[in-house]
């Protein structure tokens, strides 16, 4: 694929991207050949495989807190791919935090891309956001392992043993 030919076609992704048409960002990228897609357009086939996943084509899953895990995984493991070339990048490590954001039950991998997004562009407002949003994230699971295990203590002293036939203290 030629320079000016590439450029028109990533300029395309923008704005089918901007429209929240994702599944024709994947056509078209798709159509390629994997050995003639490079970085940048695997890079940009991950970002429409994680945003279908998360938002649908034109948001049909926006509010309803659905994701896809297979999409989602599917955008990571194209990430991953090209994890040598991108763990340098900003835009890759911002990628692979909302991935992961989206993708796992924790924040802890998120935040591992995110603070190195941060690291890469320190002044990227989106990345400084990412950052916050996932050590808030960090707080709650903390407070909630606190939580569950304040309660199975709690559990443990008062019920009763199946033995004796007594309560544990």
Same mark, same amino acid.
Not at 141 to 169: S, T, Y
């Given at each position: 694929?030629?320079?000016?030919?590439? =450029?028109? +076609?990533?300029?395309?992704?923008?704005?089918?991207?901007?429209?929240?048409?994702?599944?024709?960002?994947?056509?078209?990228?798709?159509?390629?050949?994997?050995?003639?897609?490079? %970085?940048?357009?695997?890079?940009? #086939? /991950?970002?429409?495989? /994680? $945003? +279908?996943?998360?938002?649908?084509?034109?948001?049909?899953?926006? =509010?309803?807190?659905?994701?896809?895990?297979? #999409?989602?995984?599917?955008?990571?493991? +194209?990430?991953? /791919?090209?994890?040598?070339?991108?763990? $340098?990048?900003?835009?890759?490590?911002?990628?692979?935090? %909302?991935?992961?954001?989206?993708?796992?039950?924790?924040? /802890? =991998?998120?935040?591992?891309?995110?603070?190195?997004?941060? =690291?890469?562009?320190?002044?990227?407002?989106?990345?400084?956001?990412?950052?916050?949003?996932?050590?808030?994230? +960090?707080?709650?699971?903390?407070? #909630?392992?606190?939580?569950?295990?304040?309660?199975?203590?709690?559990?443990?002293?008062?019920?009763?043993?199946?033995?004796?036939?007594?309560?544990?203290?």
């Amino acid at each position: 694929m030629e320079s000016t030919e590439k =450029t028109k +076609l990533l300029e395309q992704i923008e704005q089918w991207n901007s429209k929240d048409e994702y599944s024709r960002c994947i056509r078209v990228i798709e159509a390629i050949p994997e050995q003639e897609r490079g %970085y940048l357009l695997t890079v940009k #086939l /991950s970002r429409a495989y /994680s $945003n +279908l996943a998360v938002l649908g084509d034109h948001r049909e899953h926006g =509010t309803d807190g659905e994701v896809d895990g297979n #999409l989602i995984q599917h955008a990571i493991e +194209l990430l991953e /791919s090209v994890r040598f070339r991108g763990e $340098n990048d900003p835009y890759w490590n911002a990628r692979m935090g %909302y991935s992961c954001l989206m993708a796992y039950c924790s924040a /802890s =991998t998120a935040y591992k891309y995110a603070k190195r997004w941060l =690291t890469l562009a320190p002044k990227d407002p989106d990345a400084q956001k990412l950052v916050r949003d996932c050590e808030g994230y +960090l707080e709650e699971e903390k407070a #909630l392992e606190i939580d569950l295990k304040e309660r199975e203590e709690f559990i443990r002293r008062e019920a009763p043993d199946d033995e004796k036939g007594v309560i544990c203290k």
